[in-house]
């Protein structure tokens, strides 16, 4: 494959999985990474690693651009690359659920999300690049996500879990090797793969079952301690005082009772790919 890609986002739990691919499939491939070149990477001529302060100059001769780092960068880097052809670009299914969140910073960064995917739509339209959006549920499998390895950590250091009533709320967790392989498969067939679309896993699973789950894989009982929910929310409202910053916050309280799915339909109808069942397994919640 002759065609340069610009990956952002190179060091995520995406990025862990689809540099490989990448690599196998012959591309020639700007991995930048706000971090540097991850621990994990082994030396490949065909992955140049660089920082964000070398772009745009960089990648001036791209061709296709994969965001699986934040998407207001990835929008705004695009304005500034003229020879695009194809923008891969993840952004989140929470723009569906915490659009209406109570609290004030998530509606922030969702609003900063919708507002990143219109503007790589604006932008794409002017100038006649192939577009396509996916909103990941909960991602796994790398030892990095701040969902299933942050409850890991928690687990370790306390032995038990807190839940929110039942925490009874179905989930779709997405491992992050599905959704490097669908990436792949975009930028390989990229016709009629245009538009955004939700992407999630092929299990549903309560809350509940997740955080089992995860006892499970570290070889531990479960001890779950069951909270009523305004309990449990103001919990975690201290929690946000004395950790700010630590991505917490009350209105994931409600959350564990409700439903987040995703209708993947459009996705399964356009693409080959099919995501596996949730599988978990100790390694996915260790740093690589």
């Not at 959704?179 to 939700?198: D, S, Y």
């Amino acid at each position: 494959m002759t065609e340069k890609i610009v990956l952002l986002g190179a060091s995520s739990q995406v990025g862990f999985h689809l540099l490989p691919l990448l690599e196998e499939a012959g591309c020639s491939t700007l991995a930048v990474s706000r971090h540097g070149t991850p621990p994990w990477w082994r030396h490949n001529s065909r992955i140049r690693w660089t920082g964000p302060g070398q772009l745009p100059a960089a990648c001036v001769n791209a061709d296709i651009l994969v965001s699986a780092g934040p998407l207001p960068v990835a929008a705004e880097l695009c304005s500034c690359i003229s020879g695009l052809k194809q923008i891969i670009a993840l952004s989140s299914a929470s723009v569906q659920f915490k659009h209406n969140s109570s609290d004030r910073s998530e509606q922030q960064v969702m609003t900063s999300l919708l507002q990143a995917e219109q503007r790589l739509e604006r932008l794409s339209a002017s100038r006649s690049i192939s577009l396509t959006i996916f909103r990941p549920t909960m991602i796994y499998g790398s030892g990095m996500d701040e969902n299933l390895c942050r409850l890991a950590r928690w687990i370790r250091r306390f032995g038990l879990m807190p839940v929110a009533g039942q925490g009874s709320g179905l989930r779709q967790p997405l491992f992050a090797g599905d959704l490097a392989r669908l990436v792949l498969e975009t930028i390989m067939t990229p016709a009629g793969h245009q538009g955004i679309f939700p992407v999630a896993g092929a299990s549903q699973l309560s809350y509940r079952e997740i955080l089992i789950a995860v006892f499970s894989a570290l070889g531990k009982n479960p001890r779950l301690v069951e909270l009523p929910v305004p309990v449990y929310a103001q919990l975690l409202r201290m929690y946000s005082m004395f950790r700010p910053g630590a991505g917490v916050s009350a209105a994931m309280a409600a959350r564990q009772n409700c439903d987040l799915l995703v209708d993947t339909g459009q996705m399964l109808e356009k693409f080959s790919f099919r995501p596996g069942e949730f599988r978990l397994r100790k390694e996915y919640l260790l740093p690589p």
